[in-house]
């Protein structure tokens, strides 16, 4: 029980309550995350024609990372490679017990 904090208190749990305000509380806390990583990789793949110029050179860059994004099937990764974590966000508190 901690002590009497302020004569003019006379309720037990008002003492308690601001005895305990301003301490921490620990618990176990699950919450979901999202991380944002950067990568380099180095793969062999067959480009489109509608990316390629005359010379067979890649023509059009930012619709070529579209049609990547919208395709992971073609280009899936099998083998490890570095990723540097840029960015780690905190998506939704689960529970805390």
């Known amino acids: 029980m901690p002590e009497l904090l302020d004569e003019d208190l006379t309720c037990g749990p008002c003492r ?9 509380v620990k618990k176990t806390v ?13 793969l062999e793949l067959t480009i489109p024609d509608e990316f390629l110029d005359e010379d067979g ?4 860059e930012d619709a070529f990372c579209e049609w ?9 990764l099998s083998e490890p490679f570095f990723e540097e974590i840029q960015d780690t ?9």
Request: proline share 2%.
């Open 30 to 42: 699950k919450f979901s995350i999202e991380r944002t990583t950067e990568a380099e990789v180095e």
């Open 57 to 60: 050179e890649l023509d059009d």
């Open 68 to 76: 990547l994004n919208d395709n992971p099937h073609e280009w899936e």
């Open 16 to 24: 308690i309550r601001i005895h305990l305000e301003g301490q921490s």
């Open 89 to 97: 966000t905190v998506l939704e508190v689960l529970n805390a017990y």
